[in-house]
């Protein structure tokens, strides 16, 4: 199988930084696109962006300048740095991947979704 576990959440002061990783494991052969979601409390999940395996990235409109996404594709990693952070930023921070996956006899390719990370941001 495949686990995504993101890591880098916590509390932050407005304006501060933050930097989420999320690692794949597992029997993996490839990972595609990776990306990032959050949902704060009450709303709906929403996109935040994504990178491809060739490292091209695209965000959602409202976070471009303040959300950089990365990966290492050695380490099968993705991250999300996110600076100028705001109390509307706070909700659990979901990675996402889409990965090829299996063994010797069989191959599957599937989307796999992180836990969630918390990040808040207040004073």
């Known amino acids: 199988q495949v686990q995504l576990v993101e890591s880098g959440g916590g509390l932050v002061q407005p304006g501060g930084s933050l930097r989420l990783s999320c690692v794949a494991t597992?029997?993996?052969?490839?990972?595609?696109?990776m990306g990032w979601y959050r949902q704060a409390p009450g709303k709906e999940r929403e996109w935040v962006g994504h990178?491809?395996?060739?490292?091209?990235?695209d965000y959602a409109y409202s976070l471009k300048g303040r959300f950089t996404i990365s990966r290492d594709n050695a380490k099968n990693t993705v991250y999300l740095q996110m600076d100028s952070l705001q109390p509307e930023d706070t909700a659990v921070y979901y990675c996402?991947?889409?990965?090829?996956?299996?063994?010797?006899?069989?191959?599957?390719?599937?989307?796999?979704w992180g836990q969630g990370t918390q990040v808040t941001v207040s004073s």
């Open positions: 990178i491809t395996a060739s490292g091209v990235a």
């Open positions: 996402n991947a889409n990965v090829w996956a299996g063994t010797v006899d069989t191959r599957w390719q599937k989307d796999y």
């Open positions: 597992g029997k993996i052969f490839s990972v595609n696109d």
